[in-house]
């Protein structure tokens, strides 16, 4: 069992549709990560949170955007996907976000369906 | 930043030792070494992690060359539960921290 929970584990969704993925964490962690995964794919990192604020964008579009309400939870709104945006998207907590020694724990993602 | 290269593909018995190597000759002197896995329609698993010296734990042994340019996971007695894609991944020391995945390697543990 993971201790990062993510919902919903599968949501399919059209073009014109606004949806929130949700990520939870109760490890106490700081940092607080979004992946996107294509078939076959490594992970490929979205946005970094620090302390609840936005620390790294890696150049996502609009139609993404990611909320840290508090300490524990993560979300990801989505609005006007493409479908090109269909993939597995992965949220993971570590304890801080600059330290070397800091394994990242997963979820087991919310698989996204674009229609 | 360091990148890290793996084969794409690799097959093991079940009962016998999996020994995943992993190169990384870019790596700096404060980077770690991470291994997790990823098995189909889950989250990636943490394994294990090592900056220079051998490590040990209840899952897997991580052996990191002197020179640290590469690494090999050793999985001691391959399950079928172990077929899933290992990742070696390095942490950015660009002041972003962030994980650098390599593609990975495909384990087929085979009964």
């Known amino acids: 069992d993971t201790e990062v929970t993510q919902t919903p584990k599968h949501l399919v969704m059209g073009m014109t549709n606004k949806k929130s993925l949700k990520c939870e964490q109760h490890m106490g962690h700081r940092a607080m990560y979004w992946y996107k995964q294509k078939a076959k794919k490594p992970p490929e990192l979205m946005f970094v949170?620090?302390?609840?604020?936005?620390?790294i964008n890696e150049s996502v579009p609009s139609r993404f955007s990611p909320e840290c309400p508090n300490s524990s939870l993560l979300n990801l709104h989505l609005h006007a996907l493409q479908p090109e945006d269909s993939a597995l998207y992965l949220c993971?907590?570590?304890?801080?976000?600059?330290?070397?020694?800091?394994?990242?724990?997963f979820g087991d993602g919310t698989r996204l369906s674009i229609l | 930043d360091a990148k890290t290269t793996q084969p794409p593909s690799m097959d093991c018995a079940e009962g016998r030792a999996a020994n995943l190597p992993c190169n990384h000759s870019t790596i700096s002197g404060n980077e770690y070494v991470y291994w997790y896995r990823q098995i189909h329609s889950q989250g990636p698993q943490y394994i294990i992690h090592g900056l220079k010296n051998n490590e040990t734990n209840e899952m897997a042994s991580l052996i990191i060359t002197e020179d640290r340019k590469s690494s090999t996971l050793i999985l001691p007695h391959a399950t079928l539960r172990d077929t899933a894609v290992y990742y070696c991944?390095?942490?950015?020391?660009?002041?972003?921290?962030?994980?650098?995945f390599g593609t990975g390697t495909r384990l087929k543990v085979l009964a």
């Open positions: 991944i390095v942490r950015a020391s660009s002041g972003t921290y962030k994980y650098i």
């Open positions: 993971a907590s570590s304890q801080f976000q600059d330290r070397h020694n800091q394994p990242q724990h």
């Open positions: 949170y620090s302390y609840e604020k936005l620390s």
